[in-house]
């Protein structure tokens, strides 16, 4: 007989493992965005008892769903909340370059790499190709080619073959680590082959899709669907939930109770689905609650943070994961899950989160005006008997979290029509 020590060591033990599967889950859940949480949900509801929708208005998105039915309000009537768009998958791939700070021989070969990959969205041509196509730099071509691999959506597009495409999307979904790389390619291969594998592989590898355009293969239509709106009233802002397309669930508390009252009834065997049907209804519903609040506190932070953008047309901040990480006291995988392909409705637009913020180690798009203000107000505060070189605004740059390079400082600079630090040296 375990003594009362043992059993609370095993109580907590059991209390830590739950929170861990727990913290797990809501990982998970936090990365998926709308529309996958809903067909989710939607399977959740179906198979658990112990699920309601607080307004029992829970249409699911069919498979035979066609854009008609985007019309269709009755049927479906939180189609409201869709924004349609038609598209070829180049089209939403080419419309994603706005957000790289690309000069015109960057921006012609990432339209014509997007322009070159095949059906399944992989790109089968060789960077020597590329390159007597081009009459361009290699070194650029690859340049470019990379920073597509790891931003694009969706993550694997470009890839060269099936098993890079598979690495690029377990690298880019957080399941594997880069230093795991070369483990995990032998996994791949092992998969490709249909060699039999652990479960702990086999349970990231189907989490992800051979080809990138796997994942829009219902249609070209693709449907976006802003899971927050800005309202903008009286010169200030309000993120506000959409619970029309993740509608509210509870816990049926009636059934339980039912069930509960002739629980005496019941075999061993229906006791524990009992437990465990309840157990995980209740998991969902906690962790559903927990992911609401967790964007909410993440997009209320990037939108104040953006304010003068929305209130008085002013520049889009510098901001990063590690700033949003570190002022929220969240880890910067859970702030990256979080802004993982949720969309905000707002007065300009409907924009994805991400496209608020800049990644660490490197600056695009919308971010290029506002450095270039950064760059100014330092040549116009510097020593005009000691002026600054490119290399050290690059270095100030950095401390202040914009991880930019000395040539793209002299771009900018350029651009501004200020000269190089000799041509501003007194004389």
Avoid at 171 to 189: A, H, M, S
Avoid at 236 to 256: G, H
Wanted: charge should be neutral; proline fraction near 3%; charged fraction near 35%.
């Amino acid at each position: 007989m375990k003594n009362r020590s043992e059993l609370k060591n095993i109580t907590r033990l059991e209390q830590n493992l739950y929170l861990r599967q727990n913290l797990i889950q809501l990982m998970n859940i936090l990365y998926y965005p709308a529309i996958e949480l809903r067909e989710i949900l939607v399977n959740r509801y179906e198979e658990n008892p112990f699920l309601e929708i607080e307004n029992n208005d829970f249409d699911e998105l069919p498979d035979d769903f066609n854009v008609e039915d985007l019309e269709d309000k009755e049927s479906y009537g939180f189609l409201d909340s869709f924004i349609k768009e038609e598209k070829t998958f180049k089209d939403y791939l080419e419309e994603q370059l706005i957000l790289f700070n690309f000069d015109e021989i960057e921006n012609k070969i990432a339209k014509y790499l997007i322009g070159n990959i095949d059906y399944n969205g992989l790109l089968k041509i060789k960077i020597e190709e590329i390159e007597k196509d081009l009459k361009l730099d290699k070194d650029k071509i690859i340049k470019v080619l990379k920073i597509l691999k790891d931003e694009l959506h969706p993550p694997g597009v470009l890839a060269s073959n099936e098993k890079e495409c598979i690495l690029i999307q377990l690298l880019r979904c957080g399941l594997i680590e880069k230093e795991n790389l070369k483990e995990w390619e032998e996994i791949v291969d092992k998969f490709l082959k249909n060699e039999k594998l652990d479960e702990k592989y086999l349970n990231k590898l189907l989490k992800v899709y051979i080809y990138p355009t796997k994942i829009f293969e219902r249609s070209l239509i693709m449907y976006i669907c802003p899971e927050l709106y800005l309202e903008k009233e009286d010169g200030t802002l309000k993120v506000v939930y959409n619970n029309s397309v993740i509608p509210k669930i509870k816990f049926n508390e009636e059934l339980y109770n039912n069930i509960k009252s002739r629980i005496f009834e019941l075999t061993k065997e229906e006791k524990e689905f009992f437990k465990n049907k309840v157990k995980d209804a209740k998991d969902l519903i906690y962790l559903i609650a927990e992911r609401e609040e967790k964007i909410l506190k993440v997009s209320n932070y990037v939108i104040e943070k953006q304010k003068d953008f929305f209130l008085r047309d002013g520049y889009l901040e510098c901001i990063t994961l590690k700033e949003i990480a570190k002022e929220l006291n969240i880890s910067i995988s859970t702030v990256s899950r979080i802004l993982n392909e949720k969309y905000i409705e707002t007065p300009k637009g409907v924009f994805p989160l991400k496209f608020f913020l800049g990644k660490e180690k490197l600056k695009k798009g919308v971010f290029g005006t506002k450095i270039k203000m950064i760059i100014k107000e330092l040549i116009d505060n510097e020593n005009k008997e000691k002026p600054l070189s490119d290399s050290e605004i690059s270095k100030i740059l950095n401390e202040k979290g914009i991880f930019i390079k000395r040539r793209t400082v002299a771009k900018y600079r350029e651009e501004l029509n200020i000269p190089p630090k000799n041509k501003r040296k007194l004389k």
